[in-house]
């Protein structure tokens, strides 16, 4: 079997996911084992899952929007059959425990890995919400031999149904050995897979869309490869209402994923103001003019679906800020609602030029921010000197100048454990998509923070210093860092893997 299940070549990426669900398929127990695959829709799961059935050799079922129990009931029917080798009508299942024991009967004993996948699970469970106590009583009674064996891999994108299933006293906590959230490309799988060259052009995409690759096959034509090409690229993609890029039709229909959200207005507010940079309940609630009681739900709701990202202070207690995390509703709150009424009146190019100031301070400038915190967790190790553990954010302090400094970057120390007292600090950096190349009075300025961290009892003997620039760094300072192993300078070209990181020797 291992032969079979070679990853194919068409899938970009995912060496963790298809190990995972691998090793899944390929578990010689042979009572029945139960998986689940979630994430955000255009992440791909459908994609992976559908290459893993057809290298396995096993049954792809997907269910279908608005389909009613009794068709439904009739394709899985048909699908099953069509697998066991026997006309599509000849089987005719009247419930959904006949319709999961006779699909693992079919797959024990067709070729292949008894593997079945049901795709879009939370469609099901609109008209049928007794499959996971029915999937609880085939894996209660496989354990003992009454029952057949085999795989199921459970998948949706509606993340709070999905994540429902395992939680409290529902009939499958503790019954799935794999619980597997499938995530959005990086932003180097990302410029693979747009095929773009030129880092910079690869960054503004990123900005826009993120790392969904299920975008792409979305897009009219070829992916931008310059800054110029970007602007004609936005305004036929995520500004034309023709397009399906349209921003605001792909936000709708995002927020319409999750069953919870029902009145769309207030989301679309909320999402709004945490978009303009309100990063508390209260100060969300304040712009809104509503008690914060009254927005702690719906912002519970939009963290669970990955609308929404907490993040804490990495040094102290403090309310977590509260940030936009999907990058198409971010562009659709704060470029493409404003100018609705001009972009629907085929005026997109001077809606675009309208919102190039909002674009590259409060979209681009925040997602380089992202970008270099992400960068740091999982590439810091293998292309510089440091090793770091948790890596975030923090606000410092600074009584004699009675004023606050944002770190944009922290990093602590290996097995170094968030807000506590006398931390080892790793790396400490500041991310700048300003147009200005970044000079030694950035350096002064992260020295003067490590100082403060230093004075609050914090251990920085051996911190490094760390500039993220999107337009690179002045001769001078790039000179200072080939001597200084306490310095790193990061650009764009390092951050994409396609150049040295200067310092740090």
């Keep these: 079997m291992g032969e079979l299940l070679t990853k194919p070549a068409r899938v970009l990426d995912r060496d963790r996911e298809w ?28 994609f992976l899952l559908e290459a893993l059935t057809e290298a396995a050799g096993g049954l792809y079922l997907t269910a279908v929007q608005e389909e009613g129990r009794v068709l439904a009931l009739r394709r899985f029917s048909e699908a099953i059959a069509r697998h066991a080798g026997v006309p599509a009508g000849a089987l005719r299942l009247e419930g959904w425990e006949e319709v999961l024991s006779t699909a693992l009967d079919v797959v024990d004993r067709a070729p292949g890995a008894p593997l079945v996948i049901i795709d879009e699970l939370p469609y099901l469970l609109q008209h049928s919400p007794e499959i996971p106590g029915l999937l609880q009583l085939l894996y209660d009674r496989s354990q003992s031999g009454k029952a057949p064996g085999g795989r199921i891999v459970l998948c949706g994108s509606a993340m709070s ?8 006293t529902k009939p499958l906590r503790g019954r799935a050995v794999l619980d597997l959230r ?12 747009w095929q773009i060259a030129d880092p910079e052009t690869a960054l503004l995409v990123d900005a826009c869309l993120g790392g969904a690759p299920g975008y792409r096959p979305l897009a009219p034509g070829t992916a931008p490869q310059t800054m110029e090409e970007f602007d004609g690229w936005v305004q036929r993609t995520l500004l034309d209402p023709g397009r399906a890029l349209y921003s605001r039709v792909e936000a709708e229909f995002l927020l319409r994923e999750d069953p919870r959200i029902t009145h769309r207005t207030l989301y679309y507010d909320l999402l709004a103001a945490v978009a303009q940079g309100a990063s508390t309940p209260t100060r969300i609630g304040a712009l809104l003019e509503r008690q914060r009681s009254a927005v702690a739900a719906p912002l519970e709701v ?37 100018l609705v009424d001009m972009i629907e009146h085929d005026r997109a190019r001077q809606a675009w030029e309208e919102s190039r100031p909002t674009f590259h301070s409060k979209i681009l400038g925040p997602h380089f921010e992202e970008l270099a915190r992400r960068w740091t967790r999982a590439f810091v190790p293998d292309e510089t000197p440091l090793h770091t553990g948790a890596v975030g954010s923090t606000e410092v302090p600074d009584p004699s100048a009675k004023t606050k400094h944002e770190v944009d970057v922290l990093a602590l120390a290996p097995g170094e454990r968030p807000r506590t007292a006398h931390t080892r600090i790793a790396l400490i950096g500041e991310a700048k998509a300003t147009i200005q190349p970044r000079g030694p009075h950035d350096v002064t300025r992260l ?9 609050q009892g914090h251990h920085t003997a051996d911190t490094t210093l760390a500039l993220y620039s999107l337009h690179g760094f002045h001769p001078d300072l790039q000179r200072a860092a080939a001597h200084r192993p306490d310095l790193l300078l990061i650009d764009l070209a390092s951050l994409y893997g396609c150049g040295p990181v200067f310092g740090g020797r």
């Design 182 to 193: 499938l995530p959005a490309f990086d932003h180097r799988t990302a410029r693979d897979h």
């Design 447 to 455: 020295e003067h923070i490590r100082d403060l961290l230093a004075a």
């Design 19 to 46: 190990r995972l669900l691998r090793e899944f398929v390929q578990d010689p127990i042979p009572q029945l084992r139960l998986a689940i695959v979630s994430g955000r829709r255009r992440h791909g799961k459908s």
């Design 302 to 338: 939009l963290e669970s679906t990955g609308y929404l990202r907490k993040e804490q202070d990495l040094l102290k207690t403090r309310n977590p800020v509260i940030t936009v995390a999907d990058p198409v509703i971010r562009f659709n709150q704060l470029i493409t609602l404003p």
């Design 161 to 168: 149904v999905m994540n429902e299933l395992l939680s409290g």
